[in-house]
Structures are given as C-alpha cells and as structure tokens.
Nanobody, 128 residues
Framework: LQLVESGGGSVQPGGSLRLRCGGL????????????VGWFRQAPGKEREAVSC????????NFAESVMGRFTITRDKTDWTVYLQMNSLKSEDAGTYYC??????????????????WGRGTQVTVSS
C-alpha cells in the first residue's frame, strides 16, 4: 500500500480543511473494507500523536480530545478514500498530518507502531 495524503494548506484560525487519504486500493493483497485507517499529526519539536481512527466496520475513535466536536473522520468505499474534515481550526492543530493503515486487525489503536503503512504527510498551517 502506498498512501497519499492531500488537502493540507494554510488557513486562519476558525477555518476548515478536508484532508484526504488515497491509495488505499493500491495493493491487491488488501481489501479496502478490511483496512483500519488512522490520522496522526506531528508538530515541530513534538512527538507524533494519534488524532482519529476509523475501524474496518466504520467505528470511529477520536484519540485527541482536543479535536472532538471539530474533526470528523469518514471512509468512502466508492473511491477507496478516508477523509478527515477539520473545522474550527486552532493554531495548536498545525503540523504535518499523516494517514496510516493496518490490515492485521480490525481495531483502532493509538500507537503509531500498530500501523504498517504510512503516507508522507500533508502540511497544515493555522495562523492569522
């Protein structure tokens, strides 16, 4: 699997972005419906943290309490894509956002080490 993130950019506080994770149908060994996909982010000088995850069954787990009520993760099997809708963005949301996938378990986990496939990231800047 070669994941590709897109949709990052620069917005003012309070703005919105929709991140896209593609490439989830790129390997015939894996079926999109059985992949667990998570979004992680990393700010400069900080560790990578889990933001949100959607399980193979569509169960959503938000690991970052700060994004609850503002970020929404969804999966669309018509185009084999997972999205992260980010609203009411704050300066502390800035960083590089990565999507990751795992196929060995149907469950979401917060540990980056539990995910086997990663994209290269997309940059999110929030400033006035």
């Amino acid at each position: 699997l070669q994941l590709v993130e897109s949709g990052g950019g620069s917005v003012q506080p309070g703005g919105s972005l929709r991140l896209r994770c593609g490439g989830l149908n790129g390997d015939p060994r894996f079926t999109f419906d059985y992949l667990v996909v998570g979004w992680f982010r990393q700010a400069p000088g900080k560790e990578r943290e889990a933001v949100s995850c959607i399980s193979a069954s569509g169960l959503v787990v938000n690991f970052a309490e700060s994004v609850m009520g503002r970020f929404t993760i969804t999966r669309d099997k018509t185009d084999w894509t997972v999205y992260l809708q980010m609203n009411s963005l704050k300066s502390e949301d800035a960083g590089t956002y990565y999507c990751a996938a795992r196929a060995d378990s149907p469950h979401c986990r917060a540990a980056a080490s539990d995910f086997d496939y990663w994209g290269r990231g997309t940059q999110v800047t929030v400033s006035s």
